[in-house]
């Protein structure tokens, strides 16, 4: 695979060639479409395809990551906002430590859903519980005034951390999103059945939703159905679209 170097990074943000693609969330229980999350793509004149899982970390590290979560921003709400994404639906970013270590984000965000007069409740952001303790106290308490205002959180990658328990009881976390590595493995033993059987449970007694990531085959959607999860995510469903594709997507999910 091609290097990818910051400055290359830079001139993407300058020529805005970060994108954004939407995964749909599809409730287990009406079987609608209920929400997005929305993963970067980086749309290059070279056409060289370089995955988010090489970008990301690389930006993370430059610090150019709180540019680029400010550009995807801007694109989501004006995606939702021109689309009237409104009824119930909400749409979750995926976020840095990074990018809530100071103020600038919460601000940023509050101010964009005021001035396009949207409900805070259309966005959640996402994020796993590594970066959640790289950020620390002040990532907190830039989290506790979004979780104020009404802006969901998810805890990303739930179940391959090692404090989740202490993270989940001191961050106002809203949603729990269960690893996908752990939806895929849940099949394949009794004792990977139980770990995701009891995380739905906890998840739901703390009051959370608990969206099950990667679900790839009926069986998996059967288990989780049985198991009591109410979200699902995954190829099963559908692949990241690009907007409008998700908004023709989720329409006609609700007729079939
Ligand atoms: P993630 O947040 O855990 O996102 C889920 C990844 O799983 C996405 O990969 C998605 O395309 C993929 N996926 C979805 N359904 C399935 C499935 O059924 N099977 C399999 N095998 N994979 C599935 P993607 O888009 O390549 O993103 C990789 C990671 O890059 C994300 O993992 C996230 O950590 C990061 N990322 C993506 N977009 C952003 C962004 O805008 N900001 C930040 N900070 N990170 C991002
Ligand atoms: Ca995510
Ligand atoms: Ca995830
Ligand atoms: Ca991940």
Known sequence: ?????????????????????????????????????????????????????????????????????????????????????????????????????????????????????????????????TQALQGGERMLSNVQALAEAGIGLAMDDYGIGYSTMDTLSQWPFTTIKLDQGIVGRMLNSPKNATIVRSSIRLGHELGLSVVAEGVESPEQHDFLVESGCRVAQGYLISRPLPFNEFDVFRHNIGKC
């Open 1 to 129: 695979m091609a290097t990818v170097i910051e400055s290359e990074i830079v001139q993407g943000l300058r020529n805005g060639e970060f994108i954004l693609y939407y995964q749909p969330k599809a409730s287990l229980v009406t079987n609608r479409i209920v929400g997005a999350e929305a993963l970067a793509r980086w749309r290059r004149p070279d056409a060289l395809e370089v995955p988010p899982g090489v970008f990301i970390p690389l930006a993370e590290r430059s610090s150019l990551i709180r540019q680029l979560t400010l550009q995807l921003l801007d694109r989501l709400l004006e995606d939702v906002a021109g689309n009237g994404l409104g009824q119930g639906l909400s749409v979750s970013l995926n976020v840095s430590a990074r990018d809530l270590e100071d103020a600038t984000l919460t601000r940023t965000i509050l101010h964009a859903l005021a001035h396009r007069r949207l409900a805070t409740t259309v966005l959640e952001l996402e994020i796993t519980e």
